[in-house]
């Protein structure tokens, strides 16, 4: 049934308005996170301005309350206006400003009040204009993934000492499900990046099968993203349906997922991929065809018989060469 240019409209804006609420709300509370780490640190320094730039301003007072000021001309009397506004909430804050940029603020205003420079060039005192003492470097083929966890280590509270196997159990168990957040997190943009820059091509190739199995269906929509029905293991045989990037990454590497969508296309479209798997095994097939079709002329066929008689005597001729103990 063939949907109405309005209907389509009004579901692109309703879930629209789904992703804003959700994407403030994830905003929010990883501000609200940020400012709680960093609460005492904020409140030592007496606060911090994050913008100074005509008309812009915002500063976080030692209360973790922010100042923001906007600047505007009046419609009436012609003269600009300033006006201050007390922000108390992150959920109004990033209402206002993009998040990106707050955190951007908040390393430019961290790096200038402790006399750095804002960025690190590649020059010999790299390491003095970033803030980087020499301790706190990695050499030369050391694990990057060990001193990630090290960096992620040295952020928790409480002592890094560990006193026996469990408490080292414990910690090893908290960085596995912080590390395999990040994890997720990084394969979700990674979903979201593809379904941006997928978008046009995908309308014009339409809803694209990539996976149909007994127990999971992956699907390339005409919007570039993806949409997924799997059984998991512990849900009785019911199906759940994958949206969602968050959503596909508890099931799917997107590694797989990217391999698997250009197999389908290929499939799909065999000029795309003239080497692909399948279109070797057509070639095959249209070979053998043409050998069957060849053998039912009597006279190839005795010219076959004849090319065969000759390849044994060959075949003899090699046996016959071939040195002997």
Same mark, same amino acid.
């Given at each position: 049934?063939?949907?109405?240019?309005?209907?389509?409209?009004?579901?692109?804006?309703?879930?629209?308005?789904?992703? @804003?609420?959700?994407?403030?709300?994830?905003?929010?509370?990883?501000?609200?996170?940020?400012?709680?780490?960093?609460?005492?640190?904020?409140?030592?320094?007496?606060?911090?301005?994050?913008?100074?730039?005509?008309?812009?301003?915002?500063?976080?007072?030692?209360?973790?309350?922010?100042?923001?000021?906007?600047?505007?001309?009046?419609?009436?009397?012609?003269?600009?206006?300033?006006?201050?506004?007390?922000?108390?909430?992150?959920?109004?804050?990033?209402?206002?400003?993009?998040?990106?940029?707050?955190?951007?603020?908040?390393?430019?205003?961290?790096?200038?009040?402790?006399?750095?420079?804002?960025?690190?060039?590649?020059?010999?005192?790299?390491?003095?204009?970033?803030?980087?003492?020499?301790?706190? *470097?990695?050499?030369?083929?050391?694990?990057?993934?060990?001193?990630?966890?090290?960096?992620?280590?040295?952020?928790?509270? $409480?002592?890094?000492?560990?006193?026996?196997?469990?408490?080292?159990? @414990? @910690?090893?168990? &908290?960085?596995?499900?912080?590390?395999?957040?990040?994890?997720?997190?990084?394969?979700?943009?990674?979903?979201?990046?593809?379904?941006?820059?997928?978008?046009?091509?995908?309308?014009?190739?339409?809803?694209?099968?990539?996976?149909?199995?007994?127990?999971?269906?992956?699907?390339? *929509?005409?919007? $570039?993203?993806?949409?997924?029905?799997?059984?998991?293991?512990?849900? &009785?045989?019911?199906?759940?349906?994958?949206?969602?990037?968050?959503?596909?990454?508890?099931?799917?590497?997107?590694?797989?997922?990217?391999?698997?969508?250009?197999?389908?296309?290929?499939?799909?479209?065999?000029?795309?991929?003239?080497?692909?798997?399948?279109?070797?095994?057509?070639?095959?097939?249209?070979?053998?065809?043409?050998? =069957?079709?060849?053998?039912? &002329?009597?006279?190839?066929?005795? &010219?076959?018989?004849?090319?065969?008689?000759?390849?044994?005597?060959? =075949?003899?001729?090699?046996?016959?060469?071939?040195?002997?103990?």
């Amino acid at each position: 049934m063939d949907t109405g240019r309005n209907d389509l409209l009004g579901e692109i804006a309703a879930d629209a308005a789904l992703e @804003r609420g959700d994407f403030i709300m994830q905003a929010t509370e990883q501000l609200r996170q940020f400012l709680d780490r960093h609460r005492e640190r904020i409140a030592a320094s007496g606060g911090m301005t994050l913008i100074d730039e005509e008309p812009d301003y915002l500063s976080i007072a030692p209360d973790l309350t922010f100042r923001s000021r906007s600047r505007y001309q009046d419609e009436v009397t012609g003269e600009w206006v300033s006006e201050t506004e007390v922000i108390e909430s992150a959920s109004e804050l990033v209402e206002l400003y993009n998040p990106a940029d707050l955190y951007a603020a908040f390393a430019d205003a961290a790096k200038e009040a402790a006399g750095f420079d804002p960025q690190p060039t590649a020059g010999d005192d790299l390491m003095d204009v970033a803030g980087i003492a020499p301790d706190e *470097t990695v050499a030369l083929g050391e694990d990057p993934y060990a001193a990630a966890a090290d960096s992620w280590a040295a952020g928790q509270e $409480g002592s890094l000492v560990l006193e026996d196997d469990e408490a080292a159990a @414990r @910690r090893l168990y &908290d960085m596995a499900l912080e590390f395999q957040e990040r994890s997720q997190r990084s394969e979700s943009r990674l979903l979201e990046e593809f379904e941006t820059a997928a978008a046009t091509a995908a309308s014009m190739v339409g809803e694209l099968v990539v996976v149909d199995n007994d127990d999971e269906r992956l699907v390339l *929509t005409a919007g $570039g993203g993806f949409r997924a029905e799997v059984i998991p293991e512990d849900g &009785d045989g019911a199906w759940r349906s994958l949206s969602a990037p968050d959503e596909l990454v508890e099931f799917y590497d997107p590694t797989d997922v990217f391999g698997d969508l250009a197999d389908a296309l290929a499939e799909a479209f065999p000029a795309v991929a003239p080497d692909f798997e399948g279109a070797e095994d057509d070639s095959d097939d249209a070979d053998a065809d043409d050998e =069957d079709a060849d053998a039912t &002329d009597p006279d190839d066929a005795v &010219d076959a018989d004849a090319d065969d008689d000759g390849d044994d005597g060959a =075949d003899d001729e090699a046996v016959e060469g071939r040195p002997t103990a």
